[in-house]
């Protein structure tokens, strides 16, 4: 995160895979473009801006060619409290952004983080420390540490899994559910052989081993192939035509 002129020329000798620009360039318009201009992933953070401030900076990232560029929703306070976290902001930043939205995190805990991802942040950016309570210094307070950094990032990735896909679907546990919660079409009276079924004589009920209630317009009008006593759970083999 180069923070001025002689930072930017000292990560161009470096050959830097990645740049971050932080929120404290907020209406910093020149030296953003000039970072954005060096044509490498960049991430973006927004705390301290405003709608305007937003607004801006999506315009100079439009005029860039540079394409890989990341926005992260922040606010620059020390610990940020709940009420001011205003996570629904990321909606909004998807609706104007072509791009990845994330979130810089200064809340204190893991809880905002792990919301963050459910509202859609691809980007995480949380503070670590080796050291607590260190006078004169705020990161630390909003920071993890060695010993809970990984339990933070085993929770964002159980969010992911969570998240699952944008499309519905049965689930291999849900399949095995299939046979004993989904209803079948059963009779409601004995129906003798080469008897007509009509609508009357049908009722549904578990298990799900049997004909579907979705095709009970199908069956309707079929005969019995042989006598069949009431709360007999139908299927196919049981039934012809006329």
Same mark, same amino acid.
């Given at each position: ?93 998807? /609706? ?47 920071? !993890? ?14 969010? /992911? ?56 317009? /199908? ?5 019995? !192939? ?17």
């Amino acid at each position: 995160t180069p923070h001025d002129e002689k930072a930017l020329s000292f990560t161009k000798k470096m050959d830097l895979p990645l740049l971050k620009i932080g929120s404290g360039e907020v209406q910093n318009n020149s030296f953003i473009k000039k970072i954005i201009s060096l044509n490498k992933p960049t991430i973006i953070s927004t705390g301290m801006y405003d709608e305007d401030d937003l607004n801006n900076l999506i315009k100079i990232i439009k005029k860039q060619k540079n394409k890989n560029i990341a926005i992260l929703h922040c606010v620059s306070s020390y610990p940020t409290k709940f009420e001011e976290v205003n996570l629904n902001v990321i909606n909004e930043y998807k /609706e104007k952004v072509q791009g990845i939205i994330g979130y810089s995190d200064h809340t204190e805990g893991h809880e905002v983080c792990i919301l963050a991802v459910a509202a859609g942040a691809k980007i995480i950016e949380k503070h670590i420390t080796l050291d607590f309570n260190i006078p004169n210094a705020q990161d630390w307070k909003v920071s !993890c540490g060695p010993n809970d950094f990984k339990l933070f990032v085993e929770k964002i990735r159980n969010v /992911e899994k969570i998240l699952g896909l944008k499309k519905k679907k049965i689930s291999k546990e849900e399949k095995k559910s299939l046979l004993w919660a989904r209803k079948s079409l059963i009779l409601k009276n004995n129906v003798s052989k080469n008897n007509k079924i009509n609508y009357s004589d049908l009722n549904t009920k578990r298990p799900g081993v049997g004909i579907s209630p979705n095709k009970i317009k /199908e069956v309707i009008g079929l005969v019995a !192939c042989k006598d069949l006593k009431k709360e007999t759970i139908l299927k196919w083999s049981m039934l012809k035509k006329k």
